[in-house]
């Protein structure tokens, strides 16, 4: 699989747009793009995937560069309870060893 | 309600004894996973299973043995032979052959 890079952390202002990049000059052709985040002693949750495709949904949109070695997560309008760990995932989506690798993620603070 | 449950939420043991902990999910899910969190730092795998009565070591397999009898439950032992047990576990269940994985809400287990 793919590795990610993710800045360790970052502040933003609530009410403010939340972007967090993410860089995966590796991917592969058949590897989609996750994000995840984790709220403080909680499971992680899923927000979002992408192939190539920019994609949106009610929590976040997603949007993935031509060459898909980069792609960044966007939290339109932050509130206080998106502060958690974000994580970007790399992987192919097939029958075996479908597991998730989490790095280190970012810690995304949103400040009143 | 359809989800996966771990429990007990907090769980604390003497140095020596074996402990095992639940994940139950009643979301039909084939696979199902477990990931241990040290403070600070990722998710790391440590066994998975994709269907009943198969499963696979992932990253940090040592010290740890698990069980899939039924589709519905993957329980974990940690054995006296795991040097560092005190962690925040995590299970997770997806569909075979998709990442979109859901996780519970932990255990945290403490050895003294």
């Known amino acids: 699989d793919a590795k990610t890079t993710q800045p360790p952390s970052m502040d933003c202002a609530e009410g403010r747009a939340a972007n967090l990049p993410c860089n995966h000059s590796?991917?592969?052709?058949?590897?989609?793009v996750y994000w995840y985040r984790q709220i403080h002693s909680q499971g992680p949750q899923y927000i979002i995937h992408?192939?190539?495709n920019n994609e949106t949904n009610e929590m976040a949109s997603l949007i993935i560069t031509e060459d898909r070695k980069s792609s960044t997560l966007i939290l339109p309008h932050a509130t206080l309870r998106d502060t958690a760990v974000y994580y970007c995932?790399?992987?192919?989506?097939?029958?075996?060893?479908?597991?998730?690798?989490f790095g280190g993620g970012t810690r995304l603070m949103v400040k009143p | 309600d359809g989800g996966i449950t771990q429990s007990p939420k907090y769980l604390f043991r003497k140095e020596g004894q074996n402990v095992t902990l639940s994940c139950e999910q009643n979301?039909?899910?084939?696979?199902m996973y477990w990931y241990r969190q040290d403070p600070g730092q990722g998710l790391r795998l440590i066994y998975y299973?994709?269907?009943?009565?198969?499963?696979q070591k992932g990253d940090i397999a040592e010290g740890y043995s698990v069980s899939r009898e039924k589709k519905e439950s993957f329980p974990l032992t940690v054995t006296s032979a795991q040097k560092n047990p005190t962690a925040f576990y995590l299970c997770?269940?997806?569909?075979?052959?998709?990442?979109?994985?859901?996780f519970g809400q932990g255990t945290r287990l403490t050895v003294v």
């Open positions: 590796t991917i592969s052709g058949n590897e989609y």
């Open positions: 997770a269940s997806s569909i075979r052959g998709t990442t979109e994985a859901f």
């Open positions: 299973s994709q269907i009943v009565n198969d499963f």
């Open positions: 995932i790399v992987r192919v989506v097939g029958d075996a060893g479908n597991m998730l690798t």
């Open positions: 979301l039909n899910h084939d696979a």
């Open positions: 992408g192939l190539k």
